[in-house]
């Protein structure tokens, strides 16, 4: 079964450009050349994977990336000319999994393309509820919850958690985190990895003493304990 994705890029010939050639590896292609009729498609068709542009007509990438997440957790592959950290860090942030900057190969978006098609396909469907303390994480409906009450996280607090708490008593730095969680590699960026972890801090770890399960390992990074 032909895997459907979604192109919203108002550059008509570049949208053309991609509908052909990933056509060609034999996807089903559709396009939109706007922020809202993407936006619109991407609820209605529920593709596969989303090729998102983010200077766009009449909606922001960023604001067509933050419906889609109100809603499905289809991958994202953002598509963009803005080459500062803070638009990229920005996007991923929202809960875009990748992004490629233009210009750039069809070689190395093909490439990028089936390594999140393959992703999404190895998700399993088994229950994995992992419970520390007076919390528990359902992997399979991305729910984090205290005493039964949910706790809202935001689409990269939740990966960051999800990863470390997978691998309990395992310490990773930075630049590890931000190659893994992140998908990512850049100087300099490592801090936005000491934001998201202070953020989980405030979410489920006590006010006042030390954290007992995001653990700040001297020298290296973080580490989850249960």
Do not use: E, K, M, N
């Given at each position: 079964m032909s895997r459907t994705l979604l192109v919203v890029e108002d550059e008509r010939p570049l949208a053309e450009t991609l509908r052909f050639n990933l056509e060609m590896e034999g996807y089903r292609v559709r396009t939109a050349e706007d922020g809202v009729e993407g936006l619109s498609m991407a609820r209605a068709?529920?593709?596969?994977?989303?090729?998102?542009?983010l200077m766009l007509p009449r909606m922001d990438g960023l604001d067509v990336l933050r419906g889609i997440r109100e809603q499905s957790?289809?991958?994202?592959l953002l598509l963009t000319a803005r080459t500062s950290e803070a638009d990229r860090v920005k996007g991923l942030d929202l809960g875009a999994d990748d992004y490629i900057t233009k210009p750039f190969s069809l070689a190395e978006l093909k490439a990028r393309v089936r390594v999140h098609l393959r992703r999404k396909q190895e998700v399993t469907v088994e229950e994995r509820v992992l419970e520390f303390g007076e919390f528990t994480l359902d992997l399979n409906r991305r729910l984090l919850s205290r005493d039964g009450e949910p706790i809202a996280l935001r689409p990269k607090e939740y990966e960051l958690l999800?990863?470390?708490a997978q691998r309990d008593g395992r310490a990773f730095t930075r630049d590890?985190?931000?190659n893994?969680?992140?998908d990512i590699s850049f100087a300099g960026g490592t801090r936005t990895v000491d934001v998201h972890v202070?953020?989980?801090r405030k979410k489920i770890e006590q006010p006042d003493g030390p954290p007992r399960h995001l653990i700040t390992v001297r020298g290296a990074?973080?580490?989850?304990e249960r």
């Open positions: 068709l529920q593709p596969d994977l989303v090729l998102l542009d957790q289809t991958p994202v999800a990863y470390l590890q985190l931000l893994d969680v992140w202070r953020w989980l990074g973080y580490r989850f």
